[in-house]
């Protein structure tokens, strides 16, 4: 067995697993689903409170039109009076006091220097006047009497005539805010499903957990024995840690679930050599006995298979293996919990570890492995187990097409003629 420190170095080098990438993305698509569903209201919630709760007081709006009747002489490219002559006109003492002495309410020279503008909008015919005021009644009075003003200091220009009223400030309207509420919530949705797919491919990274087989054999250097899956009670709560006490299961429902024949190959290749096998878990947080229960029923079917092959003629009763009654298979104490149990497991031929699928519990095995090396241990195989069965099968599901059935049935002829004690499972 190769010393495992290598894969510490080798850990930024494994290179992604896509399949795994998109299955571990279905599988946390919800958390995406969720943090899109906050943005969304995040960003609805936010625009309409700062567009129409927090907003400031609505302002009103009051415009009146003022036509300039020029002197016939008078050539309107070379006319001085130009928007910023009337700019300045609406600000002068003049018209500023015959506001002040006429309006209704109290109101400063700054306040009206800030609330009221004349300007040539797009002809040098046009003078608008625009009032703005927290009453829409105080900015109609305003236009009215800046109007009246504005008239009274035409009378004083050569170059104009008459000034007369185009269009009478007789209203005043608040200005119209859009309401882009649902814009910014699709804006937010977009954002949500970004940062979804940013965010689940970070953790996927950051995550050191082993998910199927060929993660765990990447990583660790150690053969896979096979995979027992996350178990569900009758009602369908999982119910790993209590498994002892549920005995409804039957036989073949076990063997159904845990897919025992494929950890009953691999298991009898890996441990042939070894007459007394420990068992030990290097999970984080180990569950129940189940795992364990699994490798014992797995012995008693390699017991029953040397028996029939005993009966037929087909093994010598001295080279029986596993129906030998000098065959151990001890579970030991986890070593995560207790390191003096890799002393222990030097005692055995072999040792079988335990780890649990989908746990964030690589540095603890990598740990509890190096002790078992450092002892002198053989460790002859990994058993997952609290796998995940949706995403193992999803993962090593394959397309039936017409070349792959031809395939598999060629595969299963030759495999006919083949001694199938080197096949492995994973």
């Known amino acids: 067995m190769k010393d495992n420190k290598t894969y510490a170095a080798g850990l ?58 020029y002197a016939t002489d008078v050539r309107l490219d070379n006319v001085y009076i130009n928007d910023y002559t009337w700019q300045n006109l609406a600000k002068t ?14 109101v400063t020279r700054e306040e009206l220097d800030a609330a009221v503008t004349a300007e040539l909008v797009s002809d040098v015919r046009f003078v608008t006047i625009t009032a703005t005021m927290d009453e829409p009644e105080e900015a109609v009075e ?6 009246e003003a504005i008239i009274m200091m035409a009378e004083e220009m050569v170059d104009i005539n008459n000034v007369v009223i185009y269009t009478d400030a007789d209203n005043a309207s608040a200005p119209e805010v859009e309401n ?15 940062l979804s797919v940013f965010l689940i491919i970070f953790l996927y990274l950051m995550d050191d957990s082993v998910y199927v087989p060929v993660s765990a054999e990447r990583r660790f250097g150690i053969p896979v024995i096979g995979v027992v899956y996350r178990r ?28 025992l024949d494929a950890i009953k190959q691999n298991f009898k290749v890996l441990s042939r050599n070894c007459s007394n096998v420990a068992v030990t878990d290097a999970s984080v947080h180990p569950v129940g006995e189940y795992p364990f229960d699994a490798l014992l029923q797995v012995k008693f079917m390699l017991e029953q298979d040397e028996t029939l092959q005993i009966a037929r003629g087909d093994l010598e009763e001295s ?41 964030h519990n690589f540095n603890e095995v990598e740990r509890c492995i190096n002790l078992l ?30 070349f792959r059935k031809k395939y598999e049935e060629e595969k299963s002829r030759n495999e006919e003629d083949e001694n199938t004690d080197e096949k492995f499972y994973f």
């Open 12 to 69: 930024g080098k494994e290179p992604t697993d896509l399949k795994l990438l998109l299955l571990y993305f279905i599988k946390n698509v919800r958390f995406g689903i969720y943090l899109t569903i906050v943005f969304t209201v995040l960003f609805a919630l936010v625009y309409y409170m700062k567009t129409f709760t927090l907003a400031d007081q609505k302002q009103y709006t009051a415009k009146g039109e003022l036509y300039l009747e």
């Open 93 to 106: 003492d003049k018209v500023t006091e015959y506001v002040l002495d006429r309006v209704s309410f109290s």
């Open 142 to 147: 305003l236009a009215r009497l800046y109007q």
């Open 180 to 194: 882009k509420v649902v814009s910014m919530a699709i804006v937010g949705a977009i954002t949500g499903v970004i």
């Open 232 to 259: 569900k009670d009758k009602g369908n709560k999982t119910s790993n840690a209590d498994w002892e006490a549920d005995r409804e299961w039957t036989e073949e429902e076990k063997r159904e679930d845990w897919d």
């Open 319 to 359: 080279a029986q293996h596993f129906s030998s009654l000098s065959y151990r298979l001890d579970k030991k104490d986890p070593i995560s919990k207790n390191a003096l149990v890799a002393e222990e497991c030097a005692g055995y031929d072999g040792t079988v570890l335990l780890v649990r699928a989908g746990e």
């Open 373 to 402: 090396l450092k002892q002198g241990c053989n460790i002859v195989g990994i058993l997952l187990y609290d796998a995940d069965k949706w995403l193992l099968d999803a993962y090593y599901f394959t397309p039936v097409t017409p």
